[in-house]
């Protein structure tokens, strides 16, 4: 991955964190969000492309709902 191709790697985050309330706890969620939309990302297609059942996409995506409510709370946010 060159600089600049517009690849990313899976450890760097898609954008950075902007805001006046800008503390370690909303970055750490910033990124837990970033990765619940890719992640959600991946098994919408992999659903579309019938590699995955309807029933069996919606409950990952609905433990990941779950995984980042919990960080949400464990976060104090």
Aim: hydrophobic share 35%; charged share 25%; no cysteine.
């Amino acid at each position: 991955m060159e600089p600049g191709d517009g690849t990313h790697s899976p450890l760097e985050s898609f954008s950075s964190y902007r805001g006046d309330d800008w503390s370690p706890e909303r970055l750490a969620f910033h990124q837990n969000l970033e990765q619940f939309a890719e992640r959600v990302g991946l098994i919408v297609g992999l659903q579309a492309n019938g590699k995955v059942e309807q029933s069996e996409a919606y409950a990952e995506i609905k433990a990941l709902w779950n995984d980042l409510r919990s960080s949400k709370k464990d976060l104090s946010i």
